[in-house]
């Protein structure tokens, strides 16, 4: 601490607080300075600066985002903005951390309340700061009412992938109700030609990479359904025009919240950009007793100067180290497969155990049964809810299936939507309160099946009680939970109207403690997170589940598109993805089963086909393809991403390339849809490798052009490339790199 101005201080940061009081991985801390006597708050980690500080009108102003500065730099003026008339008044106009509704506000806030006397006026103003461990925290206060409000900020060093997160408390006499609110309110440096990338989709074609210009007014990216959703994903990214895969800047941020969202991205009168992300307002009200405080969820920022490309890989290692259970020391992804596409809901005992012995030849590590193995579970139309085996299909439970599948080497995975209930289900009959709905209104069934109010104490119990029942009772080691339809009828008719739309926060909240119960309870249980596809894909579920199912779309060429939408946000290590049959029901296109392996295989791999069509060659091929994806897993879930060629617009082709963290081994994938013109393919230059070391070149698949070396350095692999030999259609190549 020598040499330091007596009025600066720099403290190291420690370990991030995790959603819902959860913790995540150790990481090496951040720096942040602070200036006490000009209030001015710093924070720098990996290649990044977040500069915000209180203005002479006493509000928190943001001073700066982007690439790392010296720590001599000045750093621009917290200072209003300049009013440009009388109808873009300085509070319209000026970049503010966390703007409350109120003083003439009428760009997005991040907090709006209404008090019981009607005013809805909220001017929030700097009321002190302190450091609690690894966080800076913020308190702002209205200027005349009891309601504080705390901020908290931390960076992560290697990344300086920033956090952000609000809690506002009730110190009035009387309620107060908050009817909007953010986790944070973000501010860009002024520029004229930002473009928006977020991600749309539906059932069976998520994460859709949409791309457009920032202008005057505002876009905003939500979620009503009450879960994170299939038709729009809590991640963003703001770049300019200039920005590429590799190279230029890319804001970005993303959402840690598997309720209703929203984030906002607006430009104001005169250019300023912000992203305000956190609860959906839509339909929200909060109510807050005297001593009461509500949290927000957690925003999750980061800037690169590295492109789209850079940003991501970026956010994958954050995500690895930060964020996903076990982090930053993951276990790789097991192959698995799983009987749905085989039996559906026709699943027994002899039938499982013969499909076990047919994948554990294969050199699969996990064997899940799907739907159909408890209750009166014959269809969708019943005994979702009743989590009991069913013995018809079972006679003994599921011990000697689970004993059968360990002795052949496996692990035991099943599948569970534990949210869920079926109105004609033993539970649904003893509790039909139990399900959100409003009295005397139409329960909208969807899927055959209602949504269990998990907000509610006794739902909660019930399903921890019988979860951990059904753990506690067989070794599984893996459960795949599912999520199969939205809300309807939002109501919470079992406590008072004013406290009803708590449901939005509380349900998750529960969930969130659920499955942190659950992992506490049985730690060697993996969780898969989803949600008819992947309409439960974020970072608040994402710390507490090990792996994600991406889509129900297994189409392999569709999955090219998929895969790339989702590697913009996610990291690899999570993203599950199956080999199934051919035609491919979703489009009834035909494929090989080499090119269904190798788009699969550019995540964690899994089986979904049904294994009692399959000939001795698939049998021999898939085992083979299985065995070379064991010796790169860890590259490919693990290593650093390069999006080489994208699937987007159109392309006939597209190639990735996976790099291990240590630099010494790399995995690049090749793909041609569709070839003509006797078109020659072109070589595919590589990204990420030591320029200096000696990689040796071997296929796992397809072939590369005659006169290709069987070694070269990285800097001639890089320059020169390589060019897969693909000719035809749905043709694809995996080509191995090892450093000498």
């Known amino acids: 601490m020598k040499n330091i101005d007596r009025r600066r201080r720099t403290v190291c940061m420690g370990m991030l607080g995790g959603l819902a009081g959860l913790t995540m991985g150790n990481a090496a801390r951040a720096r942040p300075t602070i200036d006490d006597a000009a209030h001015v708050f710093r924070l720098d980690g990996g290649a990044v600066t977040y500069a915000f500080g209180v203005n002479p009108d006493g509000r928190l102003q943001t001073m700066y985002w982007g690439s790392a500065l010296s720590p001599d730099d000045p750093l621009p003026a917290s ?10 008044t300085s509070i319209t106009v000026t970049p503010f951390e966390y703007p409350g509704f109120g003083a003439g506000l009428t760009v997005e806030p991040a907090l709006k309340v209404t008090f019981p006397d009607g005013v809805r006026d909220l001017d929030l103003r700097y009321a002190g700061h302190q450091l609690d461990g690894d966080r800076i925290l913020v308190r702002l206060k209205d200027v005349s009412r009891a309601v504080h409000v705390t901020l908290a900020y931390a960076m992560e060093a290697a990344t300086g992938i920033l956090t952000r997160s609000a809690v506002v408390e009730n110190r009035t006499n009387g309620w107060i109700q908050v009817d909007q609110m953010a986790a ?39 979620s009503r359904k009450g879960v994170t959703s299939h038709q729009a994903n809590p991640w963003i990214a703001l770049s300019r025009a200039m920005t590429e895969e590799e190279s230029g800047p890319v804001w970005f941020g993303a959402l840690g919240w598997s309720g209703a969202w929203r984030i906002g991205v607006d430009m104001d009168a005169l250019g300023g950009v912000r992203m305000t992300a956190g609860y959906n307002p839509f339909d929200f009200a909060y109510r807050l007793k005297p001593g009461e405080r509500l949290s927000s969820p957690m925003f999750h920022a980061g800037y690169s100067g590295e492109g789209f490309g850079g940003a991501s890989r970026l956010f994958h290692r954050y995500q690895r180290t930060r964020i996903l259970p076990g982090a930053p020391a993951l276990r790789p992804r097991p192959v698995l497969y799983n009987s749905w596409e085989a039996t559906e809901f026709a699943v027994d005992e002899a039938g499982q155990m013969a499909l076990a012995e047919k994948a554990a030849g294969l050199g699969i590590e996990r064997f899940v049964v799907d739907d159909g193995w408890f209750g009166a579970r014959n269809s969708s139309k019943a005994g979702l809810g009743d989590w009991v085996v069913n013995t018809k299909k079972f006679p003994s439970g599921l011990t000697p299936l689970i004993r059968r599948v360990n002795d052949l080497g496996m692990e035991f995975g099943l599948w569970v939507e534990p949210e869920m209930v079926n109105p004609d289900s033993d539970l649904y009959r003893a509790h039909p309160d139990w399900v959100i709905h409003f009295p005397g209104r139409t329960r909208s069934e969807a899927r055959d099946q209602l949504v269990l109010n998990l907000a509610r104490k006794d739902v909660y119990d019930h399903l921890l009680m019988v979860l951990d029942r059904l753990l506690g009772a067989n070794n599984i080691a893996f459960l795949k939970w599912d999520h199969n339809r939205a809300w309807s009828e939002p109501g919470w008719p079992q406590v008072p109207p004013a406290e009803q739309q708590r449901l939005y926060v509380t349900y998750v909240d529960n969930l969130y403690k659920l499955l942190g119960e659950l992992r506490r309870r049985h730690p060697k249980v993996e969780i898969e997170s989803c949600a008819s596809g992947g309409g439960r894909v974020d970072l608040g579920i994402m710390a507490l589940t090990d792996e994600v199912w991406v889509s129900d779309n297994t189409d392999p060429y569709d999955r090219l598109l998929i895969q790339d939408g989702f590697s913009q946000a996610y990291a690899p290590a999570i993203m599950m993805a199956w080999v199934t049959d051919s035609p491919n029901w979703v489009n009834k296109r035909a494929t090989s089963l080499e090119y269904r392996f190798l788009s699969s295989m550019q995540g964690a791999l899994g089986i979904g086909a049904n294994l009692n069509h399959w000939s001795a060659n698939d049998f021999t091929q898939a085992k083979r393809l299985i065995a070379e994806y064991k010796r790169i897993r860890v590259t490919v879930q693990q290593g650093d991403l390069y999006r080489l060629i994208s699937p987007q617009g159109g392309s006939a082709r597209s190639a990735t390339l996976s790099v291990a963290q240590d630099g010494n081994q790399a995995v690049l994938f090749a793909f041609l849809h569709s070839g003509g013109m006797r078109n020659p393919a072109p070589h595919i230059q590589l990204r990420g490798l030591d320029p200096r070391k000696t990689y040796a070149l071997r296929t ?41």
């Not at 209003?80 to 008339?85: F, G, K, Q, R, T």
């Not at 800097?715 to 030999?725: D, K, V």
């Open 184 to 222: 944070a309110s973000i501010n860009l440096p002024y520029a004229d030609d930002y473009r928006l990338s977020y991600l749309t989709g539906r059932w069976a074609g998520e994460f859709a990479l949409q791309t457009r210009p920032v202008g005057p007014g505002a876009t905003v990216i939500e």
């Open 700 to 740: 796992i698949a397809g072939g590369v052009a005659p006169r290709t070396p069987k070694q070269a350095s990285g800097a001639y692999w890089m320059g020169q490339g390589i060019q897969p030999n693909l000719v035809g259609d749905f043709q694809a190549a995996a080509i191995v790199l090892e450093a000498a």
């Open 79 to 88: 200072a209003p903005v300049a009013e440009n008339s009388s109808n873009e």
